[in-house]
């Protein structure tokens, strides 16, 4: 006996209601029938969901159709179905879920089961009727000894005449056998076709004329592969063939597009729906604590009713993509549901008003164009605003019948969603049933086939508005505004992938309530706070690059990105050995980010250097540590600021006496909490060194897997207070025997005399290889700046205000930092000429193609310049050795081609980070600030 759990599982876009409706008729004819094995069972439901969507299509859809006129008399088809009377196409069109067709095949079912199906063709389509006929054709037609003896492609062949929708047949099949558990063929019944266990079933469930029925069981057809012949003869005599539309029958007036390209062929699309600009006043949608399903079942929304419409050659799919929002939600509201569809033309000529570019001297518009005309005036009818394709606008404008009519379907509240955000997304749609949206479109789109599943292309052919109706764990499934002959019945599925790659806008909206004010003076705009926006992420393929450490040093299992000892192991074990085989020379880089860095824009830059770093058969492992120094920075210096500021204002004629500000605020920023923030922050690094800490776990793992992996090298990468962080690593991997080959230090935070008692014993030992130290120029450091209040780098306050040694001026300059040019004097060059480190001083001129280029100009830079991140990336791959013809010639080998996937790429790609943003906000604030 199926159970509803199990015909959920299988048949995923089933919605509830259709499920409930049909799991007994279907149990029924399965007893009836023999068809009670997990073997028998999963083959006979995978070919009815291929066949009837998924139980969505009991009744074929009529237009009619081109192909649908073909089943008229006196047509070749139309005999061969046995239609012999003016009518027959339409009254004997297809039905059940195996959807029989033709008034032969009527005839023969309802003989074999003694009923009048010829007399009374909608029986077909009940459930009780519509399973047994399926039930019946799949033992006449000896699937049952197919099915037991695993022949699945029989069974297709012997249903379809052909191979037709064979892969999304055998998808089905997979799950079905999987959720049933038919994990291997059995023996074939010696009631071929029937089973013993079933023939008591099977004559109580047959009438005594299906019993004496003697027909030959490869004789009995459906019609459907008579059709789907037909269709293919019609498409080899003319260049466009139109395509039936089966589907279930509508529950509401049908749209006038609805079918109508079938007819025409396939039009001409214009994709002109253009992207929405930067508004700081849209309000952000702000996911809430309702229970989002795994799923989202196709089904659930299709039985609704919402119409398939279709826009033709224009663009306007702003308009037609929001009048399908509206119409599904003004459907499914709870009191008073409106089955009367809107007007597509009305919303698009509003999109066209109120977007962002003046004018109406163009046909593309956007999503938040068309948002806005629906606040701001609501929603007519179509029938009031119809749409008339030979015409691009309607003279006639928003009449007074259109406006008052528009009142009565008003838009609520509206939110964008960040379309970067699918669990946004999918929060949005649990919570609300569908989302507006605008993507950029590519050749996929026009090759979409009957299972509705489009396929990524990087052919780009413009851009396209439409509704996001559901989901599963594949993607995105769609309603399109190209009729019903495209795609999955109007519907399809766009990967996630794609949808990331290609997303352009999302918007979630509710309904209003009409409202009748009496009075002028009653109108009054309406304003709403910004939402915050959700940044919850999966980070599974991440997972395996991250050390997690806490504030004491220690692993730190919660958050986004915890790591636990077991996990930690799984890495070392698991993980590396298994992206690490058939490296010729397999390396692990530990990366330490910087203080100012948030755990978040820590990942991303992880994110972005993981592709071309395995492309170089690198294994990026970052130490991610709570850390984000920069919101701490700003609030002391502001904090200072408003303590010292001198009255009046602080003009350019002032500029002469910046250095003296700094010198003031120095002092000030130390005793307000900037000294024992560093400091903590400071000894957390360094705890990861003590007993149980990161590092020292992270060291024992090396050791082991270094034993496992013959030659396997080891590099480091530390940008600004991530050097603190990688000192204890550097002792630790020394005291195990094994040798670090490079380590690069971006713009590095530690003191001098922290490198000395870290780094260079290790140097001098050779167990530390290639020392390498990326630093500002001096002129370039005191340019930079800290919240554009301190007017040097944070290096220089962190040397002058937060270390052991304060600055005073004129009588001490503060501690000396190793990544600050004016700190490496004449003695701490030699020792880096002798030992064969480098100093790399930024902004350079060097090579694109060396490894001492770089373009940084801010202490914060380093990590997303991509001169110094690829320079940095040759160094690792070419080892401890120094560059030469014969290395850089070994490098360019080693390193991926520029053509290389997304995943082997030969440069990061980088995006705007955190910190990016955020230096633009702090401009764009004092630029507008008054």
């Known amino acids: 006996m199926l159970t509803d759990l199990q015909l959920a599982q299988i048949m995923r876009n089933a919605s509830q209601r259709r499920r ?55 047509s070749d088809l139309a005999r061969r179905l046995g239609n012999t009377q003016p009518g027959d196409g339409r009254r004997f069109k297809g039905r059940g879920p195996i959807q029989i067709t033709g008034r032969a095949n009527y005839k023969t079912f309802g003989d074999l089961m003694g009923l009048d199906l010829v007399g009374n063709p909608d029986q077909a389509a009940t459930p009780e009727v519509g399973f047994s006929i399926a039930g019946l054709f799949w033992e006449r037609k000896g699937l049952n000894a197919l099915a037991d003896a695993g022949n699945f492609t029989e069974v297709t062949q012997r249903i379809n005449g052909g191979q037709n929708g064979a892969a999304d047949r055998e998808r089905f099949y997979a799950v079905a056998r999987q959720v049933l558990g038919a994990s291997a063929p059995v ?22 004329k299906a019993r004496a029925a003697t027909a030959a069981a490869d004789a009995l057809e459906r019609g459907p592969e008579l059709i789907a012949l037909d269709t293919a003869a019609q498409a080899a005599k003319e260049p466009v063939a139109a395509r039936p539309s089966t589907g279930r029958a509508k529950k509401r007036p049908a749209s006038a597009q609805a079918g109508a390209a079938a007819d025409a062929g396939t039009p001409k699309r214009v994709l002109d729906a253009r992207p929405d600009t930067l508004d700081f006043r849209d309000l952000m949608y702000t996911p809430t604590l309702i229970e989002v399903p795994t799923h989202v079942p196709l089904g659930d929304y299709i039985d609704y009713g919402v119409p398939i419409l279709d826009q033709g ?16 939600l003004l459907l499914r509201r709870r009191v008073i549901p409106d089955n009367v569809p809107v007007s597509p033309r009305m919303f698009y000529e509003l999109a066209r008003r109120y977007d962002e570019w003046p004018g109406e001297n163009y046909s593309g518009s956007s999503a938040r164009g068309a948002m806005k005309g629906w606040h701001k005036h609501g929603v007519c009818s179509e029938t009031l605003f119809p749409y008339k394709p030979a015409k691009k606008s309607d003279p006639q404008g928003l009449t007074d019948a259109r406006t008052s009519d528009a009142l009565r379907r008003p838009l609520g509240a509206y939110f964008r969603v960040n379309h970067k955000d699918i669990v946004a997304m999918h929060s949005a749609l649990a919570e609300v049933g569908i989302l507006y949206v605008t993507c950029t479109v590519h050749a996929g789109w026009n090759a979409v086939g009957a299972d509705g599943v489009i396929t990524q292309s990087p052919t780009i052919t413009g851009g396209h508005a439409f509704a996001i109706v559901a989901f599963d764990d594949q993607g995105f499934w769609l309603q399109n505004s190209w009729g019903v002959g495209w795609g999955r019945q109007g519907f399809a599925r766009i990967s996630y992938d794609d949808w990331l790659e290609n997303g352009s806008d999302t918007w979630v909206a509710r309904l209003g309530a009409p409202v009748t004010l009496r009075r002028l003076e009653s109108i009054a705009a309406v304003h709403a706070a910004a939402a915050a926006q959700s940044n919850a992420y999966s980070f599974a393929d991440l997972r395996p690059h991250i050390v ?43 990366y330490a980010h910087g203080g100012l860095v948030s755990e978040q824009a820590a990942t991303q830059r992880l994110a ?95 050791k082991a897997l270094a034993q496992k992996l013959p030659g396997l090298e080891i590099h480091m990468v530390g940008h600004s207070a991530g050097s603190i962080l990688l000192a204890p690593v550097v002792k630790l991997l020394n005291d195990r025997g094994l040798k670090v080959q490079t380590c690069t230090l971006w713009a590095p935070a530690c003191t001098v005399e922290l490198f000395r008692s870290a780094y260079l014993p290790a140097m001098q030992k050779g167990t530390l290889g290639k020392m390498a130290v990326f630093a500002l120029s001096d002129k370039t450091e005191r340019d930079d ?47 880096f000429q002798k030992l064969g480190a480098e100093l790399v001083l930024a902004p350079n001129n060097q090579p694109d193609d060396s490894q001492s280029a770089s373009g940084a100009m801010h202490h914060g830079d380093f990590d997303d310049d991509e001169k110094t991140v690829m320079s940095t990336f040759r160094r690792i791959v070419a080892g401890a050795k120094a560059p030469s013809q014969a290395s850089a010639k070994a490098r360019a080998m080693a390193m991926p081609p520029p053509a290389a996937t997304e995943r082997e790429g030969a440069t990061p790609m980088f995006r705007r980070s955190e910190s990016s943003l955020r230096d633009q906000r702090t401009i764009i604030d004092l630029k507008t600030s008054r």
Request: glycine share 10%; net charge negative; aromatic share 8%.
């Open 548 to 590: 997690s450490v806490g504030n004491n040093g220690m692993l730190k299992a919660g958050g986004d990105y915890g790591c636990t000892e077991a996990e930690l192991a799984r890495i070392f074990e698991d993980d590396i050995p298994r992206v690490t085989q058939g490296w010729d020379k397999p390396r692990i880089l530990l």
């Open 608 to 702: 972005e250097y993981r592709p071309p770093l395995l492309g170089g058969n690198v294994y990026p492992l970052a130490f991610i540590w709570r850390t984000d120094y920069w919101t701490t920075v700003t609030n002391i210096l502001k904090d200072t600021v408003s303590r010292r500021r001198p009255e009046g204002a602080l003009d350019a004629t002032k500029d002469f006496m910046l250095d003296r500000l700094d010198d003031a605020l120095e002092p000030l920023a130390r005793v307000l909490t900037g000294k024992s923030a560093w400091d903590e922050m400071k000894q957390n690094a360094l705890a990861t060194g003590g007993p149980g800490g990161a590092a020292v776990l992270v060291a024992d793992h090396l």
């Open 187 to 208: 023996q074939a019944s010696a009631r071929a076709g029937t089973g013993a266990g079933a023939s008591a079933g099977a004559s109580a469930g047959r009438s005594a």
């Open 785 to 831: 700046n800290c919240a554009k209040i301190y007017n040097k780098s944070l290096l220089y306050l962190v040397s002058a205000a937060f270390e052991k040694e304060a600055r005073i001026p004129l009588f001490r300059e503060g501690e000396p930092i190793l990544g600050m040019e004016r700190w490496i004097d004449a003695d701490l060059r030699q020792t």
């Open 313 to 328: 050659s224009e663009g306007a799919c702003t308009g037609f993509g929001l009048a399908t929002v509206a119409n599904y």
């Open 20 to 74: 409930a409706l049909f799991l007994q008729p279907l149990n029924d004819a399965m007893s009836a029938h023999g068809i009670d094995t997990p073997l028998r069972m999963a083959a006979f439901l995978a070919q009815l969901a291929h066949e009837s969507g998924e139980l969505q299509f009991m009744e074929e859809i009529w237009g009619p159709t081109a192909a649908q006129k073909r089943y008229e008399p006196p």
